[in-house]
């Protein structure tokens, strides 16, 4: 079987291999021109190299995500009289530019909803796999007869229970359209539930830099496995702005979560790391009889522009990357197949604020990717608040 280095890149050579024979020199001397030359490194098994330190994309991300806690703790720590995330600091963040709006449907809000307020948000979600990439980022058509389409209802509800703490339940819908090695699932039923909880650690103050941070708790529960949903389990549902998780699965999702408006712009930006429980292999007496699948690194990220003040029509740029890693927290070795991927996409679309309500409308193609399909998927979200 062929080796995949993480996160999922084939580490291919040119060179040829040179076979030695025991007791043979690896550095030798060039016939023509009595130069030492090394002989090629040897390939392990597999025939694919070991790649040295960490992916290219890998340290990129480690890079971004290091920068970011740099900022965000030197604007934190800034100069300032309002506290981190008391009276004062509500009262000035309340009174500063802030327009009503949606943002990006896959970016989850930094900052809290008023202690007792509701705030309830519907999202929709459709999805199409057009093509797939392999494990060396070049694309490649599906399988004939292939075809998966995803169409997802969630309901976002809000409820602050303290000025800076909210609680958070999605309970969403799932409808499923596929054909897959000749076998074919299409239905509705109930998506996989997630609840939990978000604090507001920091409240982002106007006159300098300093910018809202929270972090969030979240449990996936497989309520589509409970209730029988017509989807094939272990697959993802569309990206959204709840975490990405493994279908029909338990998972634990931590977030940390940034905001900042710099009028007429709104910026917004989410990491999240998931750890999926094993699980029990279908149909039962299968092999392996537990699937352990890899933690799931992601992040979002979205620019707002809020020329009008009192209807909030704004553009939206959102970005999004999701990482299979090869390994668990828990310490199991990873028995699912692909054992590490890659997604990257972008997300332009349009948003109208008319008072109470705000409407938002965008489209959210994948234009990069490993060892993962393809997908084009449109998005729309309608917020109501009182």
């Not at 060039?30 to 694919?48: D, E, M, N, S």
């Not at 390994?327 to 990873?334: A, H, L, P, W, Y």
Request: overall charge neutral; hydrophobic content about 40%; charged content about 15%.
């Amino acid at each position: 079987m062929n080796r995949v280095d993480p996160p999922g890149r084939r580490v291919e050579t040119a060179l040829p291999t040179r076979v030695t024979a025991p007791g043979d020199d690896p550095e030798r001397s060039c016939p023509r021109c009595k130069r030492r030359v090394h002989a090629p490194r040897p390939r392990p098994a597999g025939g694919h190299l070991e790649q040295d330190g960490p992916p290219p994309r890998a340290a990129l991300l480690l890079a971004v995500v290091a920068m970011l806690v740099a900022v965000s703790s030197a604007a934190a720590s800034g100069t300032t009289a309002l506290s981190l995330n008391g009276p004062d600091a509500l009262a000035a963040f309340d009174a500063a530019w802030n327009p009503l709006g949606t943002g990006s449907t896959i970016v989850l809000p930094a900052d809290t909803v008023a202690a007792g307020a509701f705030d309830y948000r519907l999202y929709l979600y459709g999805i199409v796999d057009l093509w797939r990439w392999n494990g060396n980022d070049a694309t490649a058509s599906l399988p004939r007869g292939f075809h998966q389409s995803q169409f997802l209802t969630l309901a976002a509800l809000y409820y602050g229970l303290t000025p800076n703490t909210e609680l958070d339940l999605w309970p969403s819908l799932l409808t499923t359209s596929s054909r897959v090695n000749g076998r074919t699932v299409t239905g509705t039923g109930l998506n996989d539930l997630a609840l939990g909880i978000k604090h507001r650690f920091v409240v982002q103050d106007s006159d300098s830099l300093r910018p809202s941070l929270s972090a969030a708790l979240l449990t996936s529960l497989p309520l589509s496995s409970w209730a029988g949903t017509p989807a094939d389990r272990g697959l993802f549902f569309p990206i959204s702005i709840l975490p990405t998780t493994h279908l029909g699965t338990y998972g634990l999702t931590g977030i940390l979560m940034a905001a900042k408006n710099f009028r007429p712009l709104r910026l917004s930006a989410d990491l999240y790391y998931t750890f999926t429980v094993p699980q029990s292999s279908l149909p039962p007496g299968s092999r392996p009889s537990t699937i352990q699948y890899g933690d799931l690194l992601s992040w979002r990220g979205g620019i707002e522009y809020l020329p009008d003040n009192r209807y909030g029509f704004g553009l939206v740029l959102g970005a999004c990357g999701v990482t299979g890693l090869p390994f668990s927290v828990d310490g199991r070795r990873v028995n699912s197949s692909p054992a590490a991927f890659q997604l990257f996409g972008i997300q332009p679309g349009v948003e109208l604020n008319t008072g109470g309500l705000s409407v938002f409308a965008g489209v959210l193609p994948t234009i990069e990717g490993i060892s993962a399909n393809g997908f084009v998927e449109a998005t729309a979200s309608v917020t109501y608040r009182w």
